[in-house]
């Protein structure tokens, strides 16, 4: 199966938050979000189309291209050089689990590096394994090569391998309890903060 990677558009949100959605069901994603909340949707459709052109971000979309279907879809992000992380939190939609969204958002914010970043990819569960993550993986990593800059990204541990695959390391991790109606019973939540080295490191 083949994709090409198109320039996400505002008319896409509603199509990646359901994939969103449906790709990630680990503990956090779901002790987070709730999927039948319509201020949550929205919430995550509105996040998508404001920051679709902030400074230093591409967000693409992998498009199947027997069927036009948009098989999953990514946000890379280049930090320029003296950048520093706005580590300010959003206002959390209601019906999401504020209090977990503050504490591990929070705490991941402040870790973050500046580099280029793979602020968030998500692939549609019935293109999984097909492709179209790792061709969108090795956009932004080429992109990092060419500029000779450091990759960064953060994973649940059942992604680790993967990206193990493409070159990144652990670098660092934090482990939360989660526990809460749509996580039931509590569950120690571990993500990882993985680094690629740059080019000329490797």
Known sequence: ?????????I??????VAIYFAAFQNAHSLGCWPRDVLAVREWWENMIRDELHEPGSQWLKAVANES????????W???????????SLPQWPEGSDKRLAD???????????QLMDLEMVATDPKFQGKGAGSQMMRWGL???DNENLEAYLEASPDAVTLYERFGFREAGRTDTWIENERVKPG???RNLFMIRPAKSTI
């Open 77 to 87: 992000r280049k930090y320029e050089a003296g950048h520093e992380a706005d580590t």
């Open 11 to 16: 008319s896409d949100a509603p199509t990646c």
């Open 142 to 144: 080429e992109r990092a």
């Open 187 to 189: 569950t120690l939540y």
């Open 68 to 75: 036009g279907d948009i098989a999953g879809y990514c946000k």
């Open 103 to 113: 504490e591990t958002f929070g705490d991941w914010a402040n870790k973050h590096p």
């Open 1 to 9: 199966m083949s994709f090409e990677l198109k320039p996400l558009e």
